[in-house]
């Protein structure tokens, strides 16, 4: 088992863009690909429906994390 490096974590964001969908499969893969990477996951964060970029509140959350330095980049 691969042990996760001090400092790597990763904030998981999935969108769908209508109701009827949803971000089981997104999720997975971002959660796969986190635990091959070694990404810690501080969180994730889903949206739905069709908004405008502006009003995407996760997405806002996820992008301050990262503008603060509480996740990393991927590698």
Known sequence: ???????????????????DQTCVRQEA???AFAKRRGYAIAG???????RHE??????KAVL???????IDGSS
């Open 44 to 50: 994730v964060w889903k949206e739905t429906g069709l």
């Open 29 to 31: 893969d971002l959660r």
């Open 64 to 70: 301050a994390l990262a503008q603060a330095g509480d």
């Open 54 to 59: 502006d009003d995407r509140a996760h997405r």
């Open 1 to 19: 088992m691969k042990k996760v490096q001090l400092g790597r974590r990763a904030a998981l964001y999935c969108r769908v863009s209508t109701v």
